[in-house]
């Protein structure tokens, strides 16, 4: 009876031990890949950013501007058919001009529950895992290979209750991959995005520059730091119409909030 005992209490010494090691491995994991890619404090002193590249969707190539002032607003401007749109996000409200698709050929506000899960998009921190305090849980959950690469999976939720399984590459501790469970519109949604063409820019920070997604690959040719932005562009303007020949182009007319 003694060893029944005994053998009990070592198993469950075992067992206790296993998660032990394995919430220290998520988090260790994780703490490699915050210093691989720069360190918090060199992605904390990123004020503001303006990345230009492309995305290929079906063969047809558009043009893509993400301009970010760092925890105030977000704006992503988008060439495509020779008409240009854009989708503005700021931390209360957001707006949505896409005259290129179907009946988005009008301002739109954006809804609130849509604004409250683009919140990461105001950070260039946003999505890379590279702030900590913004996640609840790390937990290791194995290992896999992304396109070859040989990687640790770890599982982070954030301090929304967002879930998102990262593959980190074994060699370089780069986020390769994520696979984001989101709620819209009371539906459960994965939003999964691979990243690739890792440049370490002048500020120290390691960053991909191209993400790939179900929707196609967005490639960023440009990225500037710090640099100057005029809070304008963060206000939705109504477009402008085009005149005719000899005519001058009337002034866009800002939107009222």
Known sequence: MKIIKLTSLALVILVAGFSTVKAQNGEEILTKHITAVGGTAK??????????????????EI????????????????????MNGYTIITPTEGW????????????????????K???DKLNMKGGYLVDRSKLKTVEYVGKDTMNTVP???????????????A?????????VRSELKVK????????????????????????????????????????E??????????KPEAPATTPAAGETEPPKKEISK
């Open 43 to 60: 992605w904390n002193s990123i004020t503001s950013a303006k990345m230009v590249g492309s995305m290929n969707m079906g063969g047809m």
């Open 63 to 82: 043009g893509i501007t993400q301009t970010i002032l760092t925890d105030k607003a977000m704006r992503m401007d988008i060439s495509a058919m020779g």
């Open 96 to 115: 949505m001009y896409m005259p290129f698709q179907p009946g988005m050929d009008k301002v739109t506000p954006i809804p609130a529950e849509q604004i």
């Open 117 to 119: 899960a683009s919140q």
């Open 151 to 165: 990687c640790y999976k770890i599982k982070v939720v954030d301090n929304d209750g967002n879930e998102q399984v």
């Open 167 to 175: 593959y980190i590459d074994m060699s370089t501790y780069y986020l």
């Open 184 to 223: 819209v519109q009371d539906e459960d949604h994965e939003v999964a995005a691979s990243y690739s063409n890792f440049q370490k820019l002048p500020e120290g920070i390691v960053m991909p520059m191209t993400v790939s997604a179900e929707q196609g690959d967005i490639t960023f040719k440009t990225v």
């Open 225 to 234: 730091l710090n640099k100057p932005i005029d809070e304008k562009i963060f």
